[in-house]
DNA sequence: CTGTTAGCGCTTTCAA
DNA sequence: TTGAAAGCGCTAACAG
C-alpha cells in the first residue's frame, strides 16, 4: 500500500520512504500494470473513438482538435474506423464498452438502433461528431449540414443561376452528403427550381472521380449550369475538367462544394465552397470529454466562401 | 465457468445450456469487462501505435494501410500522438505499455534512449514506420531516404541542372526529411556541387510557407536553379509562387521534391517528387503485427515521379 | 504516516 | 459436460 500510495501520489508518505521507493522502482524498471490497476478502480482513463475513415482528412483534422484538447488531461484515445458501416460501428462499440472507457466518441447523428440503445443503457458519456441535425443519443457538436446546403442554394440562386446539376459520391453512406443534396434540393424547390442534372457514383470520392462525373453531367452541352458537388474533392475534379475543356467559369459552368479543405488553395482558381469547422468541433468535443461543457447539442456555423467559381 | 465458456465458445457445453446463457445475457445486455478479462488473462488485445501528428496525410495514409489490414483480426488500435517530442513520445510508450499491449508502433527510428531501453527490457513486439536508415529497436519497414535524396539528385544531375536550393521546414523535429536533406547535398558533393541557397523555417509545412520561402529564395534573381524541397507541400506553394510570377518552369527553376501525396494532381504542373509509399508500409507494419513476417527490416523502394518542374 | 483486509470479474487448473 | 478453488496486481476502506 505504501508502495501504492508513492507511486500514484496519493496521501501521505514520509519523505525518506517516497525516495526509496522511487528508486527502487526506477531500478527495476516498474511499469504500473493499468490492468489491474482501472480494474480495482472500476473505471479507465480511455476515450474510444469511432470514425468512418482515415483517408478522410475532414476526420483525421476533427480528431486532431480532439486530440489537441484531450493530450493536456490524463485520458487516452483509441480510435476505431467503422468504414462507414452501422454494424461494424456497432461492433466497435459493443468492443470497447468491454473496456469501460470514460466516454464514447462517434461521427455523425445516424446509428443502428442497437448502438443507441447500448450507450444509452450502459449510462455511456457519448458525444457524436460532425452533424447537429437529428437527436444526440447523449451529447453533440457540429454544423447543420442542412443550413449550409441551404446558404449555398442561396448563394447561387442570388447570383441568377438558374439551371442546376448535382454531382456527388457515395451518397449511400455518406449521410452528410446525403441531408446536403436533399436541403439544396428543398431550397431550389422553395424558389421554383430544381436539379436538371445528376451524376452519382457510388465510388469514394476524389478528384479523378470528379473529373469523369462532370465530363458526363456535360457531354450533351447544358451550359449555363451551376454544378453542386458532395465535397471539395469533387469539385476539384470538375474545376480541372473544365479548365482542360476551356469551359468559361462561371459563366458556362459554376461550381460550388462543401468542406473548405486546405488542398484547394493549390487549385488554380479559388472554388466556392462552405467551411466546416473541422477542427473546432474537435476542440469542443475534447472539452465536453473534459466535462467543461453542459449543453446538449453545440451548433458551429461553418462559412460560406465564396471565390471565383460562382 | 459455464457461462464463461459459452460467452467464450471455448471448451464444451451442452447445446441447451448454451441457449440459455446466450439467451440471457442478450436479455441483461451483457458486455464483457475486458479489465477483468484480461488481467485474468495476463495479455490484450490491443496495440499502441505513436505517431508524430494527425494532421499531416503523410501518417494516417500509413495508419490507414495498417487499420485496414488489422481489422480483420481481433486487435485493437490505441493511438497517440507524440508532437513531434521524442521526450513524449517516451511517456506515451511507458502510458501504453502499462497497459500491457499486444504491440507497439513507432514512426521513425530516432528515439530517446529510455525508449529503446524499455522497450527492449519489456521485450514488447515493436515495429517501427516509414525509415529504414538505422538500426531497429525490433522490426521496422520503410523506404531508403537517403536513397530517396539520392535518387532525386541524381535526376537532377543528369537533367543538366548545375545550381542548387534547397527549401525546408521544420528540419529541427523532421528526421526523416533532415536526412533527405544531407544525402541530397552529399550526392551533389560527389559530383562536385553544392547547394547554394537555402531557405529553412522552423514552421510545420504548408503551402503558404512554402510559397514565402521560395519568394524569399529567388529575390535576387538566382536563376536558373533547382530548388530541392523538403516535401509536397512545400514544393506545391513554390511552384504557385513560381507561376504567380511568370517564372519559366523548369528552364529558370525546377522543383523537385518528396512523398507523392494526391493533391498535386490538383496543381496546374505535375511536379516531380519522390512517392513514399505509405500505404504499403502500413499495411506491412499491420503483417508484421500478425505475425505474418519474420524479417528485421522490410525495405520497400518508392518511386521517382518526374513530372513536368525539372 | 504505515499496514491489513477484502475484493474488483474473469480465466486457468483441477476435480467430479 | 459442469463446477470449485485460486489467483491475476492493484486500490478503497479501515485500523493502528
Known sequence: MTVSRVLRDKGYVSKNVTEKVLKAAEEIGYVRNNLAGSFAEQSTNLIGVVIPSLSNSVFTEVLSGFEDVIHESSLQI????????????????????????????????????????????????????????????????????????????????????????????????????????????????????????????????????????????????CQPIALYYSNDDMAAGGLLHCTSQGISIPKDVAIASFNGLEFLDAMPMRITTFKSPRYEIGQIAGRYMLGEIDDRITQLSGELLIGDTT
Open 78 to 221: 483509441a480510435i476505431s474506423v467503422s468504414h462507414y458501416d452501422q454494424q461494424r460501428e456497432f461492433n466497435l462499440v459493443k468492443d470497447m464498452l468491454a473496456w469501460r472507457p470514460a466516454g464514447i466518441v462517434l461521427t455523425g447523428m445516424e446509428h443502428d438502433e442497437r448502438t443507441r440503445n447500448l450507450l444509452k443503457q450502459n449510462n455511456v458519456n457519448t458525444i457524436e461528431l460532425i452533424d447537429v441535425d437529428g437527436q444526440p443519443i447523449s451529447k453533440c457538436v457540429g454544423l447543420s449540414h442542412r443550413s449550409a446546403a441551404e446558404a449555398m442554394a442561396s448563394h447561387l440562386i442570388e447570383n441568377g443561376h438558374t439551371r442546376f446539376g448535382y454531382v456527388g459520391s457515395a451518397l449511400q453512406v455518406d449521410e452528410r452528403a446525403k441531408k446536403r443534396k436533399i436541403a439544396f434540393e428543398q431550397k431550389l424547390a422553395d424558389n421554383g427550381l430544381k436539379i436538371e442534372r445528376t451524376a452519382l457514383s457510388p465510388e469514394p470520392s476524389s478528384m479523378l472521380l470528379g473529373r469523369q462525373l462532370t465530363a458526363e453531367i456535360l457531354q450533351d452541352n
